[in-house]
């Protein structure tokens, strides 16, 4: 259907050659649709093979070829995070709303990490789970390693930042909560539940467990200043020196804050509050400890 909804008219050696199946068996397929009421009719001659009837194509006038475009990079972006044979067959139906090549301006990359093949399944089940109101249970480890054991009602999978969280109801807290991804283990079905109709996602991001924020004045060297421009903004990087710049972000206290500000290296430095730089220094003191040799 994809094929013909994207050319004119598909020979049964093309779609033969494209499935792996003789034109005898692309035959009965034809009729198959047919007997589903799908209006494909047979083109006789040299150029000839199967076609649908223009009346049941998709009225082109309603997207333009600027708006397909847009929905494909949309799209390509989104099964470059999650592989997902619904996203491929949705592209296949949106390429087939035009006849002209598509060569997208904006190309959407992610870096595919070996462990994202694992995340992904976990996601898809998740997904069915959502969809078909599975209760899921899993043992979860916090940022310090303990493990619990939580029984949730899943609503929602969303992707913040670098990492994908399951919104939904926990029966234990009684209340609804965030819990990432990665953290969970040993995810499988638990039974069925009622969606709850007071669910909570019109302020869902406040959802997620968000610590102190502290105002950090830093020191950056012009090596790593498109990155901070790319996170916080131009605005919020002022020139200092010929290689040093100035900016002032929101962190919280914990060691995520640290981790990031360590991938810097030496190319960043913290100017204040001290409380801070106390306690990032403690982080960095703590990571060279585990090379120091003990005599």
Request: overall charge positive; proline content about 2%; some cysteine.
């Amino acid at each position: 259907m994809m094929n013909l909804l994207q050319k004119e008219v598909v020979s049964a050696s093309e779609f033969s050659q494209l499935f792996h199946v003789t034109k005898r068996t692309i035959q009965r397929d034809m009729e198959t649709l047919s007997y589903t009421n799908i209006p494909i009719y047979a083109v006789y001659g040299a150029e000839g093979g199967y076609a649908l009837m223009e009346e049941y194509k998709f009225d082109k006038r309603l997207l333009n070829h600027n708006d397909i475009e847009n929905i494909l990079i949309a799209l390509g972006g989104f099964e470059g995070l999650i592989t997902d044979q619904e996203i491929r067959t949705t592209i296949q139906k949106i390429k087939g709303m035009t006849s002209a090549d598509i060569s997208p301006t904006l190309d959407l990359t992610f870096y595919d990490w070996p462990g994202r093949r694992q995340i992904n399944e976990e996601i898809l089940f998740i997904r069915q789970a959502i969809e078909n109101n599975w209760l899921l249970k899993f043992e979860y480890v916090d940022q310090i390693g303990n493990k619990t054991y939580r029984l949730v009602e899943p609503y929602k999978v969303h992707f913040r930042e670098m990492h994908w969280y399951l919104f939904g109801y926990s029966l234990e807290r009684k209340d609804y909560r965030t819990f990432k991804l990665s953290r969970m283990l040993n995810i499988q079905k638990d039974g069925f539940f009622v969606p709850r109709t007071d669910q909570k996602f019109k302020d869902e991001k406040q959802q997620i467990e968000k610590k102190n924020l502290v105002n950090v004045q830093l020191s950056i060297d012009i090596a790593v200043r498109d990155q901070f421009i790319e996170r916080y903004g131009k605005n919020a990087v002022i020139k200092e020196s010929a290689r040093s710049y100035l900016t002032t972000i929101e962190l919280p206290e914990n060691q995520y804050a640290y981790q990031f500000l360590a991938g810097f290296g030496n190319k960043v430095k913290i100017i204040k509050p001290k409380s801070f730089i106390t306690k990032y220094v403690k982080f960095l003191e703590g990571a060279v400890e585990l090379y120091k040799i003990k005599c």
